[in-house]
């Protein structure tokens, strides 16, 4: 009976390795979407970018710097309507950057189910994990 379990513990763990393997070799870009008309996307993409730009700039910690560079919201809203598409897009980018941790969130979701994938494999296989 522990061949068996041995057996099927390592199939199981073989499987879920190729499986991860190959879902994470597919790059997303390859992934088919539904293509949509140019101008309808771009105008879509500049009212997110407007939004995303309008929110880091009226948190409290960016909009004190910005008044003490003496700056007022009406002013940067009227230079950012004056930006093209491309460098309100370059713009809202960039300010992912301003918050460290923006995309910790992801990783630490992903450690978390490797953590619980860990404990499920060990507790099927009645082993034990002890630190000392």
Known sequence: ???????????????LAVSM???????SKSLAYVAGSSAIVDSAQR???MENAQRVLESKLVAGKLAQAGL???EIKSRLDKLSDADLHQFASQLNSL?????ALGIVIALLVIVILVLVILK???RK???Q
């Open 72 to 74: 007022s919201m009406t």
């Open 124 to 126: 099927l296989s009645n």
């Open 21 to 27: 393997f190959i879902i994470g070799s597919i790059p």
């Open 1 to 15: 009976m522990e061949w068996i379990k041995k057996i099927c513990f390592k199939q199981i763990a073989v499987a």
């Open 129 to 131: 994990l002890i630190l």
């Open 47 to 49: 009212g997110v970018d």
């Open 99 to 103: 918050y460290p941790g923006g995309d």
